[in-house]
């Protein structure tokens, strides 16, 4: 079967774009018709200690754990305990959100569609990546803490993605199964998967080996960062860890309509259960599409796409330092599953660089090239100086973002702070590196490898608007 992979290319591929990406370190699945065609690891597992990245070392895979948990929610769909559109309340009486009219009307099927009307996790949400909350009842608090939150829209009128929905899905796991969500997902779906290089937690097993998170430095260079392991957004993606290997054994029973042992064993969803996991449920906004820009829709964990006219199944996950992102062809029978110790736009690039090579076509995207000889005209910077917000609802500027001078260098360098530091971790900075007089890429907490763009006029008022990362940003005045 490795023959019909071309592995010169993929390899050279790869390290192009971890050169360019400054990556520490990737591990690679890829299966074709039921088999593994190859799997491999890429650069290092820890920048300090060299220790090598394999396909066997875990990372926390963020937001592709979205798809394991409405697997979880379609299982107990099959046992008569919900259907998607029972209004959350039915399972969750004490829920509600700001809007009480909402809070009754809001169904589990909004919850996992991203149509609940939530607003995406803020960036600087102390309870979501940043907190170590490991008790028991961390997802019945986190669900009790929405209690004040507003709505962008009523449940169903458009769509954004927000991590909190999938918080609640977790939570009605916990209350129908009577298990806490981890405990039901090793029974039910990680367990009868065969995935033993998947824990929740790197204690959960001797043998587990988890890469080091890293996050990137004012040059764009790695540096060793810290882990998101709270609980209470386990169900959305911030504590699975999961190797490439298990990724591919999970990807091979997708491509199998979740059927167990290479397709011939028991199956983890019935087909018509199978169906509705993949149906496009909602339309994705141009804002969440990310830097492909194309028309996608999401259905229950799994975006709906086309690459270079291939229909595609994926997601990315994010933690901040650490990510993954899958990709299929059902079609082709081919999947792609990219782990790896950092976050940058460079994953999910390979991930897609990889399918396209496996079809026998050529890479679409590439990671920016900075050229550290450029010499911008940095007079125009201080007009950059200042505050922003996006003119739309989604989860990448999700407040107001001040640019600024880095203080700690003397060449005007620009930066954004995101997230508040604290004893154990430094705060969170994106580094605007430039590619153009007003074109950066962006290197730092978990915006590595995007483009922010700006454009500045020359009314009296000397308006700054800008893209960032695909979303529309004006100065505010």
Request: glycine letters at 10%; one cysteine or more; aromatic letters at 8%.
């Given at each position: 079967?490795a ?10 591929f790869?390290?192009?774009?971890m ?7 990737i591990?690679?699945?890829v ?8 799997e491999?690891?890429y ?5 300090v200690?060299r220790?090598p990245?394999?396909?066997r ?10 798809a ?12 008569g305990l ?9 399972h ?10 909402a ?10 569609t ?6 995406p996790?803020?960036a600087?949400n102390?309870?979501?990546?940043f907190?170590?909350d ?7 608090r ?5 209690a004040?939150?507003?709505?962008l ?13 999938f918080?609640?899905?977790?939570r009605?796991v ?11 997902m ?6 009868p998967?065969?995935?033993a290089d998947?824990a ?6 001797a043998?587990?080996t988890v ?7 004012a ?11 709270n609980?209470?957004s386990?169900?959305?993606g911030a ?8 990724a ?5 029973a ?13 199956r ?18 141009p ?6 820009g ?5 259905a ?5 796409a086309?690459l270079?006219?291939?229909p ?8 901040i ?9 059902p ?7 990219v782990v790896?110790?950092?976050v940058t736009?460079?994953?999910s ?44 609802p989604?989860?990448?500027v ?21 997230y508040p ?6 705060p ?8 153009s ?5 962006l ?7 995007g ?5 500045l006029t020359?009314?009296a ?14 100065k505010?005045?």
């Open positions: 079967m023959e019909r992979i071309p592995i010169g290319e993929i390899d050279g790869i390290g192009e774009q050169r360019l990406g400054r990556m520490p370190g591990a690679l699945s299966v074709r018709d039921g088999e593994v065609a190859l491999r690891g650069g290092v597992a820890d920048v200690t220790e990245m394999t396909e070392t875990g990372v926390v895979i963020g937001s592709t754990t979205k394991l948990t409405c697997t979880a929610v379609m299982q107990l769909a099959e046992r919900l259907t998607l559109d029972d209004p959350i309340r039915r969750l009486p004490l829920f509600r959100v700001a809007d009480a009219r809070s009754e009307r809001m169904t589990v099927r909004h919850a996992i991203h149509t609940a009307g939530l607003p996790s803020a600087d102390p309870f979501f990546l907190s170590d490991d008790a028991d009842d961390a997802l019945e986190y669900v009790a803490s929405l004040a939150t507003p709505l829209w009523q449940p169903g009128a458009s769509w954004t993605y927000a991590n909190d929905g918080v609640i899905a977790g009605i916990e209350v129908l199964s009577g298990l806490p969500y981890e405990n039901y090793r029974r039910n779906v990680l367990g998967l065969g995935l998947t929740f937690s790197p204690d959960e097993r043998a587990l890469a080091t998170p890293h996050d990137y430095d040059d764009g260079q790695p540096y060793p960062s810290f882990r998101a392991h609980r209470a386990a169900a959305a504590q699975l860890i999961m190797s490439a290997r298990d591919g054994r999970w990807l091979r997708v491509l199998d309509h979740t059927r167990l042992d290479g397709g011939s064993g028991e983890l969803l019935s087909e018509e259960s199978y169906a509705e996991l993949l149906r496009p449920q909602a339309t994705i906004s804002a969440g599409r990310g830097l492909n194309a028309d996608a829709w999401y229950l964990g799994w975006t709906v086309t270079d006219g291939v595609t199944l994926g997601h990315g996950g994010a933690t330092t650490m990510g993954s992102q899958f990709i299929l062809a079609d082709h029978r081919l999947a792609v599953a790896s110790n950092s736009e460079a994953t690039i390979i991930a897609e660089g990889v399918l396209s090579l496996a079809l026998g076509r050529p890479p679409r995207r590439s990671f920016p090239r900075v050229d550290p000889s450029f010499r911008p005209d940095r007079s125009l910077w201080p007009r950059l100086a200042g505050a922003y917000h996006a003119l739309v989604q989860n990448k999700t407040g107001v973002w001040t640019i600024a001078p880095d203080p700690d260098r003397a060449d005007g360098r620009l930066r954004v702070r995101t530091g604290d004893s154990r971790r430094r969170g900075d994106i580094f605007m590196l430039p590619l007089d007003t074109r950066f890429a290197f730092g907490r978990g915006r590595t490898g483009i922010a763009d700006f454009e020359t009314d008022g000397g308006s700054v608007r800008g893209v960032w990362e695909g979303v529309p940003i004006v505010e005045s």
